[in-house]
């Protein structure tokens, strides 16, 4: 179990179990192109997104997320270029999930970008960006990441996980979600090493 916990304090009785993921945004600034990939497979198939997945206990969200990248689009990012970007929260009726996932962009990156069984990957122009074809949530706070301006924010959608029911984004730190994930990474190293 990667960790139960009430959300803020308010909303359902029952406690949400939460999932931690990653979401990575390679961004071309010269250019004004990000890179995107078409999920053909699992949570968001059919929809463009970055790229990203769930944490391993024991590693960083950072270096999931520079791991998922590299698993889905062989682009390969140093750590140090790795910029925290947001902290988002996504939950469904009919769902005692959340869906944690923390946002991170990235100037630079090495390697070969190629399709994998998981993402076609494209570039796209900011101008451009396929939200119609996206999680509607990302017309919300993609702003703010392309700004570099530290996000968090919370989606409740409805069960058929296209209606958004309620929502907040805001601007923080990048030490707050800093913070935040270290958090995160240890609560799930001490749920896993305890089950
Ligand atoms: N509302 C939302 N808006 C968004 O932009 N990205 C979202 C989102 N909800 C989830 N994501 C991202 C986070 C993460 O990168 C991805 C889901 O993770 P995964 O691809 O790991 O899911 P899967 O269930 O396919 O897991 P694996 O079997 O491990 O691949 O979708």
Known sequence: MEGVQPVNGSGPA???RVKLLTLM???DRDHEQVLLGM???GFGKGKWNGFGG???PGESV???AVRELQEESGALVEMADVQTAGLLDFTFDESNEIMRVF???ADNYTGEIAETDEMRPQWWSLSECPFDNMWPDDRYWFPYMWGRRPFVGSFHFKA???TIVTHTIEATTVEHIDTRAREEADRKRAATANS
């Open 62 to 64: 950072a270096q999931a």
């Open 54 to 56: 769930k944490v391993e």
């Open 39 to 41: 999920k053909k497979r």
């Open 14 to 16: 029952c406690p949400l």
């Open 103 to 105: 946002v991170f962009r």
């Open 160 to 162: 058929d996980e296209k």
């Open 25 to 27: 945004f390679v961004c």
